[in-house]
């Protein structure tokens, strides 16, 4: 089985040490073989928040690790790095790649920088954007989880967060759903959910999920949740047999000062 630690929304510059600590804690007792951060790494793009997230990063000692932008990550008061060197800092750190794809035996793992630098925060995915993540979806192997990763949510659950919804999304989730897309995952409203796609309208033309994560170890928490992050557990079935796989969001306990399950769910996925 394998395992992912989805995090989100460290607002580096903003970290709770006692959070952070506890979250090294849970990654040591999990294992997770890919650590996935879906944006917003720092609070202000700075060059020393970027440098603090890429150490806690790598003192999470998990293998591989897919990371994207967020809104936060490109600079907002220098005028001119926004204009002329958006992703300086975050490549910096982080690397040039800002659409990463990781490729595992069992997983299938595409980011979408959905970040642009001539918007404040909100996020886009552009036509060419949607059709290079449904053709590398369509390329996947049989055995392979399919996620894709943005920072803004393709799918929100409540009318008030509409204004944060990314420009763009309905189509694209449409279309990497037909291309097989199991899991889209994302951040930036700080508010941990699972939309099952086939449930709203418009329905998804498969089974496909967004799901989304809280901040991890920001001080920034909102809308009543606690500092959060998501745990992905799958394998591969055997052929013919049904797919699915085991989310498990984990929350931080102030009074235990640790991570703790909260919610799982059993997702059923499309047949192949």
């Not at 395992?3 to 607002?11: E, F, P, Q």
């Not at 806690?56 to 600079?75: E, K, V």
């Not at 990463?100 to 035996?105: A, G, H, I, S, Y």
Request: net charge neutral; hydrophobic share 40%.
């Amino acid at each position: 089985m394998s395992m992912l630690l989805h995090i989100s929304d460290t607002h580096f510059g903003t970290e709770e040490p006692p959070v952070a600590q506890a979250l090294r804690a849970l990654a040591r007792e999990q294992r997770p073989q890919l650590l996935v951060l879906s944006g917003d790494i720092t609070q202000r793009a700075r060059r020393a928040q970027f440098a603090a997230a890429r150490a806690f990063c790598d003192s999470l000692a998990i293998p591989r690790m897919l990371a994207l932008p967020g809104n936060h990550d490109i600079p907002l008061y220098n005028l001119a790095a926004r204009m002329f060197f958006p992703y300086a800092g975050y490549a910096a750190a982080f690397g040039d790649d800002l659409e990463p794809v990781l490729t595992l035996d069992d997983m299938l793992v595409i980011g979408v920088n959905t970040t642009r630098a001539r918007r404040h925060k909100d996020g886009e995915v552009s036509p060419a954007q949607v059709a290079r993540v449904g053709g590398l979806l369509r390329q996947a192997a049989p055995g392979q989880l399919r996620v894709v990763v943005t920072h803004q949510p393709a799918c929100v659950l409540r009318p008030e967060d509409e204004k944060d919804r990314l420009h763009g999304g309905e189509a694209a989730l449409q279309a990497w759903s037909a291309a097989g897309a199991d899991l889209v995952l994302g951040g930036h409203i700080h508010l941990p959910y699972i939309s099952d796609l086939c449930a709203r309208a418009p329905a998804a033309p498969r089974p496909t999920y967004c799901i989304q994560a809280g901040t991890a170890v920001s001080r920034r928490v909102r809308h009543g949740t606690s500092n959060s992050v998501n745990l992905i557990r799958w394998e591969a079935p055997a052929p013919g047999a049904p797919r699915g796989c085991r989310v498990e969001r984990w929350d931080y306990d102030v009074a235990d000062d640790r991570f703790e399950r909260t919610h799982a769910h059993e997702l059923e996925l499309g047949a192949l």
